[in-house]
Each structure stands twice: as C-alpha cells, then as structure tokens.
C-alpha cells in the first residue's frame, strides 16, 4: 500500500512540476488579473476534518506492552494446522470471485485517477486539412463572366491549458487518488471477509463429518438396546410397551441423519463457490474436528487496531477523498484562466506548405468567471459538504465497530472455550451412565424407563458437544477477523518501509 501512495505521490508531483512549467506564459496576464487574487481571500479553508476522536475505549489506549508479540500472523489459518484448510485458504484467494471483482475495482479506480489528472496537463491536438473550392466571377454587366478555383493546406497543432490558480484540478486529483487507495482496501476487506468465510464453511464440514459420524453411532447403539430389549419381550420380562419406546428412539436417531447429510453436501458446495470451482470438483477430506489444533489466542487490546482494520482505513481514505471534493468545488467557483495556442502551415500549394513562409501561430489567453448558473456550483459544494459529513458518521461508526466487534470476539472465545469444556464433562458421565445402564440391562437388574434417559441424554450430549466445539472455532475466526487479519511483525514492518 505504501508503494501504491508513492507512487500516486510521483504523478502528482510530476504533474505539478508540468503545471508550473505551462503557467509561465500566464505571467502577462497578472496586471490584467490584479484584482482576481483578492478573490481567494473569501475562498472558506477546507481543512481536513478533526479525525481524532474520543471513541476509542479506555483499554484500548492505555494498553501496555508489545501488542504484535500476542497477536496473530499475517497467515493466520496455518495455526489450525491443518493443510487442507491452508489449500482452501490459498485457492480462495487465488480465484474467488469477490476477490476478482475487488482488484477489477482497483483497475477502475487507477483509470479514474488518471482521468482526473488530464486537466493537469496541457491538451495538444493535430490536425490536417485539405479543402478546394470555386467562387464565381460575375461581370458587371451581366454577360459573360468566369470564375477562380483555389486549393488551401493546412497542417496545424492546437495547444489548450487552465492554469491551475485555485487547486481545482488538483484536488479533483487527489480526489480520484483517494478513491483509488479506498479501492485497494475495499479488496483487503473482501478478501478478509472471503478467507473468514472459507474458515467457517470448512469448520462446518467437520462439524457435519463429527455430527454424522456421532448419529450413525447412537443409531448402531440404540439398534444394539433394541436387540436386547427383543431378548428380553421374547423371554416375558419385557412389555410391547419397552419395545415400543426403543423402536421410537432408533426411528428419531436414524430421521437425524438425513438432515446432517444435506448440511454436509451444503457446505461442501458453499467452500466450492468460495473457492471459485464447481461443486463437482471439491472433495472435502476433512476427517472432523479433533484433528484441528486449537490455536492459543491471547491478544492485547492495541490501539493500532484503527491502524489496521481495512475498513477503518477504506472510510478514512473516502473521508479523505471528500475533502479534497469540497476544495474542488469550492475553486469552482473562482475564475478559471486558460491559455490556447495553435502553431501550423498554411499553403495553397502542396509543395510549399511546410516552407517558412506557410508558418503561421496563434496564442490567446481567456479569464472566466461564473456570473449565474442557476446555482448549480453551490449546489455542487453543498452536496461535497452533506457528503463529506456522511462520511464522517460512517468512519466513527466504522471504529466503534472495529471495538466492539473484537470485544465481542473475545467474550465469544472465552465462553465457548468453558462451554466445550463443560460439554466434554456431561458427555464423559453420560457415556459412564449408558454404560452401567446397558450392563445392567443385559443382567436384567435395571428397569427400561432408565435405559431409555440414558441414552437420550448421551445422544444429546455428545451432539452439543460437537456443536461446542463448532462454536468455539467460529469463535476465533471471528477474533481473527475483527482484528483485521494477520498482524505483521516487526520484522516484517521494516521490510515493507525499506
């Protein structure tokens, strides 16, 4: 990004170096203009707006310590260690198509720039004409007559420049440069934004791999009660009514799967698109959730958050860009000077039209002023200014969001974290009470109304265990994503300044 901004820097310096040079000629016309600067004393500043605000909280500024030692890196999703989930991660931003419409974007927003540029340079056109015409010579009595044919060249170049007096055209300029930085961290968001969802589908794969695999279990457990519950109505110690029940609760558990089968397929096809391939072509391995290291995440609360959220930094570059807006439209309404020449040859003759007498030049200088225009310029920098204020509310809104979303992360992260463990606790004493219930169901020294709860609260319970689970991996993308991404480390800080 900083090279980007140098090098928008080179072309604006270019550029005024170029205005300076053309602007010379424009000397003769100061005693003309005397009375035009004292015009740019009534001209209101258009200073940039007061972007230090007090919404940053407390903890956030008063935060001790190295932030980037606790924080997460630039490749973030190689601590899950898993490397299935890295190749996603790299395809995706390879050929997702969010992604690819981003840097289109950019494209648009660098034409646009230079579009915005060209006033700050002269325009030189070339033209070449060849014409042939007749006049009639009549008599002045009427009989008789003749009439002269001719044939004129001319090869000419028209030259046309508005010196920049006011800084109209610069800051239209800066303007566009403004949007184009924007542009490039619109594509930082959508790229956070697409790597995060590519994170998240790809947990949800693991999780309906854990959910399946865990009802297909608690199907062949169930079925196994069921056999034992037959064994004993077959002897006369069991009643229909036990039979019943179990055949009830095999029925639900096998109804669970179909629907967990669906979320899996369905996940596996919203990774594809994110991927930028057909579904087809997407052959999620997985394996579930344990095989997924859980990272340790501990980050301080930095300032530098405002330094580092791509959209905290997109609002400010647009906030930006309409300040330079509202300078623009206020030049627009001061006079604008422009210098026209044109330079060529002129001949009647092709074989001459380039001698030094078939020379011939023009220069002219013009002052115009808005008088009325049906207040269409004031317009124009009333509706800068609704717009540079609209901005302003969406950038504070922008860094308040950035806090709370991480806060948010970090409260999610904590309590999914005891949740799951928690979770795991119920699933290890309901595993120990279907366990004694079924061995005692096979010595018949247990009534079937306790079987029965005990192996619906263990289905239960390892379900939401893998739901946990789940949660608990949203929960740190989630953290991830509310602190911008990755964080580069000092190191790395210097490689990108140098």
Not at 434 to 458: C, K, M, N, S
Request: some cysteine; charged content about 20%.
């Amino acid at each position: 990004m900083n090279s980007a901004l140098d090098e928008w820097g080179a072309v604006e310096n270019r550029a005024h170096h170029k205005e300076e040079r053309r602007a010379a000629p424009a000397a003769a016309l100061i005693a003309i203009m005397a009375l035009i600067p004292a015009l740019a004393a009534c001209m209101p500043n258009a200073d940039r707006p007061n972007l230090t605000l007090h919404d940053v909280p407390d903890s956030y500024r008063q935060a001790r310590g190295a932030p980037h030692a606790a924080l997460p890196a630039l490749d973030w999703w190689r601590e899950f260690r898993s490397p299935e989930l890295t190749a996603l991660m790299e395809e995706a931003q390879l050929s997702n198509f969010d992604i690819g419409a981003a840097v289109a974007r950019i494209l648009q927003a660098d034409a646009q720039a230079r579009i915005a540029g060209a006033p700050l340079l002269p325009l030189v056109t070339g033209s070449g004409r060849a014409s042939r015409s007749q006049a009639s010579i009549a008599t002045g009595t009427g009989a008789g007559g003749g009439n002269r044919r001719r044939t004129l060249y001319n090869v000419a170049l028209d030259a046309s420049y508005e010196i920049d007096f006011w800084g109209k055209n610069r800051e239209t300029l800066i303007a566009a440069q403004q949007l184009a930085v924007a542009s490039r961290f619109d594509r930082e968001v959508v790229t956070l934004s697409t790597i995060a969802a590519v994170a998240n589908a790809y947990f949800q794969v693991l999780a309906a791999q854990d959910r399946l695999r865990i009802a297909r279990n608690n199907v062949n457990s169930a079925t196994r009660i069921l056999g034992l519950i037959q064994q004993r109505v077959d002897v006369g110690t069991a009643s229909g009514l036990d039979l019943a029940q179990q055949q009830s609760l095999v029925a639900s558990q096998r109804a669970a799967v179909p629907p967990l089968e669906q979320a899996l397929q369905q996940n596996r096809f919203t990774l594809a698109l994110l991927v930028g391939r057909p579904p087809e072509r997407v052959n999620v391995r997985g394996g579930g959730m344990a095989r997924i290291v859980i990272p340790r995440v501990t980050p301080g609360l930095p300032s530098e958050l405002l330094l580092q959220r791509p959209d905290i930094r997109e609002a400010e570059a647009q906030l930006e860009s309409a300040n330079a807006s509202v300078k623009a439209a206020r030049a627009a309404l001061l006079p604008s000077v422009t210098l026209t020449g044109q330079a060529g040859f002129q001949s009647a003759l092709l074989a001459t039209l380039f001698s030094p007498a078939a020379a011939y030049y023009t220069i002219a200088a013009g002052v115009t002023q808005p008088i009325f225009d049906g207040f269409r310029l004031q317009g124009q920098l009333e509706f800068q200014k609704g717009r540079i204020e609209e901005l302003l509310q969406l950038y504070r809104r922008s860094v308040i969001s950035a806090f709370t979303d991480v806060d948010n992360a970090l409260v999610a992260v904590q309590q999914s974290t005891e949740r799951e463990r928690l979770q795991r606790q119920v699933v290890v004493a309901s595993r120990r009470a279907f366990d004694f219930a079924e061995t005692r169901l096979r010595e018949g020294t247990i009534d079937l109304v306790t079987v029965l709860t005990t192996q619906q609260t263990l289905f239960q319970a390892e379900d939401l265990l893998a739901q946990a689970r789940l949660a608990r991996l949203q929960a740190i993308v989630s953290l991830y994503q509310a602190l911008g991404g990755g964080w580069p480390t000092p190191e790395e800080l210097k490689k990108e300044t140098r």
